[in-house]
């Protein structure tokens, strides 16, 4: 059966778009579920001490602290591959609607835990909808923004998950007050309140479309016309300059969905170095993440004597430094490049965890020291980590960018994010300091690793075309299976080069 061609323009058409408030639509509507998250892992972390109380309802084990939080890390590697599959089948506004709500039953049902099997299974249905988020938030943000903010924007967008963990902190110093609330009480209300600001967030983004990259590969080439039309129209009333036209085109064969046989083959025979890229900065990020934060209330607990009442006012500082990091040098990632900025970013946080296990290993440290160590680590760390979401959604097709995010997602997360917080808890519940700073060390060293992966292996992004970077699977003018010339892997040390859309006169009727 003969597929059939269609030339389109709209991935032009959105990357020329200057910014407007439909942009921050779009990224309110779909970046703040970060502010969700970000709230989920900070709570649970404060509440590490807490939930090891007798009389809080569950009276869990530090490992079982610890076993939660691998919990709803497995509930979002497998929730990442289920809806990430989802999201390039069916569309990315369908799945970022059902894994929002996933997120929201779980947690509403979190905060009426009534013993530990119930509490790990609501952590682990909260993990499956956040993951699923990941994959279906950053595809179809990356496909709506313009190609020359792309990266401060994706950075901003999945740096503030560190606004919900300021939030989270904050909030446990008054839920977590015996005065205020029971023993037994404030921490389910801190659940309830995530319930709340994730409804206002699915209100917000009901207004955000499907993205019209995913449309015009999926047979509905004029639906993604008709849609650009309207963002076109909404940005001119919205900023009042009049949008240049557009000659460069891309000419795509419609075709059917994309199994996971052919995703395989093209991150393993077509983009080998860039598959290798991106498992070296996913693994890095997740176990420092995941490691640290969310053992932080146990380690200050364990050793430094701050009740679960007033951790919060700890982990505070932290948070707002890791928030700032992304914000204060996510520009760069679009001006000095993404290989310079990514290869700082993890080599930096690798290198200042190193001095922290050893200075908290001979003792060096007070609970103050310690907090500005960390926040030191996760200014850098936090910005890096970002920028590995980034680098994945842009160096892979259209057509598997969110399997391509969830299959990352999910490996790194399951070495780095499911063994961490079960040996961090493993290492805390010894009470040797030096058992805690191995965990430190092995942190620092993977994200060591993936500063080195990206200055061998890195592709150069700033301000390019998603077709540029990657060429659609679908693409017309490929041979067969192969790639196009240039969209392969790039030697070592070289950006990789995409065929560019042809150029070829505007369209009639409704080319811009």
Known sequence: MTQESVQTDVPARMDRLPWAKWHWTVVLGLGTVWVLDGLEVTIVGALGERLTDPESGLRLTETEVGLAASFYVLGAVLGSLFFGYLTDRLGRKKLFLLTLALYLVATVL??????????????????????????????????????????????IVNGSYWLGAAVGAALTLVLLD?????????????????AVLGVGILLVRRNVPESPRWLFTHGRADEADKLVDEIEHKVEEQTG????????????????????????????????????????LFIGQAFLYNAVYFTQALVLGRFFGIS?????????????????????????????????????????????????????????????????????????????????????????PLEIRAMSIALFYSVGTGLGGIIGPALFGVLVETGQPSAVAVGYYIGAAVMIFGGVVEIVLGVEAAGRSLEDIAS?????????????????????????????????????????
């Open 241 to 280: 300059a009049e949008l240049e036209p557009v000659s460069e085109r891309i000419e795509v064969k419609q075709r059917g969905t994309v199994g996971f046989g052919t995703v395989a083959k093209v991150l393993v025979k077509t983009y080998p170095k860039r598959t290798l890229l991106g498992l070296g």
């Open 110 to 155: 979190t905060a009426f835990s009534f013993s530990a099997w119930w509490f790990f299974l609501m952590r682990f249905l909260t993990g499956a909808g956040v993951g699923g988020e990941y994959a279906a938030i950053n595809s179809a943000i990356d496909e709506l923004v313009p190609a020359r903010v792309r990266g401060r924007v994706d950075l």
């Open 472 to 512: 659609p699977l679908s693409a017309a003018t490929r041979s067969g299976d192969a790639p196009p010339p240039g969209t392969a892997d790039a030697p070592a040390g070289e950006s990789a080069i995409s065929a560019r859309p042809r150029r070829s006169p505007p369209r009639s009727g409704t080319s811009r």
């Open 308 to 396: 679960g009442a007033t951790v919060g006012g700890y982990l505070i500082p932290l948070a707002l430094g890791s928030l700032i990091g992304p914000l204060a040098l996510g520009k760069l990632f679009d001006t000095v490049g993404r290989r310079t900025m990514i290869s700082i970013c993890y080599l930096g946080s690798g290198v200042l965890l190193v001095g922290t296990g050893l200075l908290f290993q001979q003792g060096l440290l007070t609970e103050t020291t310690l907090t500005i160590a960390w926040t030191a680590v996760f200014f850098l760390a936090s910005a890096g980590a970002s920028a590995a979401y980034l680098t994945v959604s842009e160096i892979f």
């Open 178 to 194: 015996p005065s205020l609330f029971a023993v037994d009480v404030g921490w389910r209300v801190a659940f309830a309140l995530g």
